[in-house]
């Protein structure tokens, strides 16, 4: 298995991949996902969004200047 290596656009580093847990619930128990279109709310204002749908999200971080950039792909099934 070939390990991908990414180069930061903004100082030319190398970037680390990593990802953002969602600690809405005091616990990193669930994982960012991206959601196409806009963001809609639901009676008591949360978000209306299904916790099965959605494609997680993955960020990289240079580790020379701390740039993010953040990609939503499919897993493999
Ligand atoms: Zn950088």
Redesign the pocket.
Known sequence: MSETIRL?P????VMQIGFIPDFSYGAAALETKWFYGEVTKGFFGGVKASPMGGIPVHAWR?A????LEFFAVPKPA
């Open positions: 930061c903004k100082c030319s580093d240079c020379g200047c701390g740039f």
